[in-house]
């Protein structure tokens, strides 16, 4: 049963991957110019992490549309792409990938060699099969094609994506990582957002690192990356307790943290109206 739930999950998303690198509206054009563009310089680019778990995971009645998209490319010259995106580029992060905003959207680039795991041997990257290896979470530990050729299927490689979804449980794919309190911020929001529970062993690392790290660096973390609301802030220590409260009880059951009326993160909030009142064609299945 679970083998048929999965492959289901696959198909959708293959669907809305597929509407959603699609030019048939005019509200898409612009963004399917530049996912062309990108794919230009490597026609093999795959669209991996929060923004292929959100375009999953939305709802028709209250759609999710990425404004944050991850593409990584197996050999493209990433200063020609910088070049070619002369006046949107905002920045070279410290791992060598490229951020480039356009218009609503951000998109960071990043080579498949230069991925933080496969770059400190952590992982073996040979392919895009190994990607999903790398990424510190299930729920991110995901690669979907973007642009397919006329009759083949649109290639999605992952490791425990969609079980975590299928679960509602977020757990740890890869712990080695050089930034723990990000990873608690990450952790707690995507929790947060879609109501998933923590599994125990994401659970124990939150718990260990949240004793060695100072609250208010986690939260002055969470306030740069995301930007909150300030009731959303008082949570996350809630959430932290409830965390280091049920481990003491048991470190082996997923945690279930405290039900918020926060709806700050759907992201059709920080949209314009013509881009919220077309996105549900994105996700119609008629």
Not at 106 to 131: G, H, M, P, R, Y
Not at 158 to 168: H, N, P, Q, V
């Amino acid at each position: 049963m679970a083998n048929l739930e999965t492959q289901k999950l696959e198909d959708i998303l293959r669907d809305r991957i597929g509407r959603f690198v699609d030019n048939k509206s005019k509200w898409r054009l612009h963004r399917h110019k530049v996912l062309q563009e990108i794919c230009g310089y490597d026609n093999n680019a795959f669209l991996c992490g929060g923004a292929a778990r959100d375009v999953l995971l939305s709802q028709n009645y209250k759609p999710i549309i990425p404004r944050d998209l991850d593409i990584i490319l197996e050999c493209a010259d990433l200063n020609k792409v910088a070049d070619s995106f002369a006046g949107h580029v905002k920045r070279w992060n410290s791992y060598g990938g490229l951020s480039i905003q356009i218009q609503d959207w951000s998109v960071d680039l990043w080579l498949l060699s230069e991925t933080w795991a496969a770059k400190e041997k952590i992982v073996e990257v040979n392919s895009f099969v190994d990607f999903p290896k790398t990424t510190f979470l299930d729920i991110d530990a995901v690669a979907v094609q973007l642009f397919k050729r006329k009759g083949q299927k649109r290639k999605i490689h992952a490791k425990g994506f969609f079980e975590a979804i299928l679960k509602k449980t977020i757990e740890i794919n890869l712990e080695d990582n050089p930034n723990p309190a990000m990873c608690i911020v990450r952790s707690l929001r995507i929790a947060n957002k879609f109501r998933f529970a923590i599994g125990p062993k994401l659970a124990r690392y939150i718990a260990h690192y949240a004793n060695q790290i100072e609250l208010e660096e986690i939260l002055g973390l969470y306030r740069t990356r995301y930007q909150p609301t300030v009731s959303f802030i008082e949570e996350i220590g809630c959430y932290i307790e409830t965390i280091k409260k049920q481990i003491r009880v048991s470190n082996k059951q997923p945690v279930k943290l405290p039900v918020s009326e926060n709806k700050v993160y759907f992201h059709s909030t920080c949209w314009n109206s013509s881009l919220q009142k077309n996105a549900r064609c994105l996700f119609s299945t008629e």
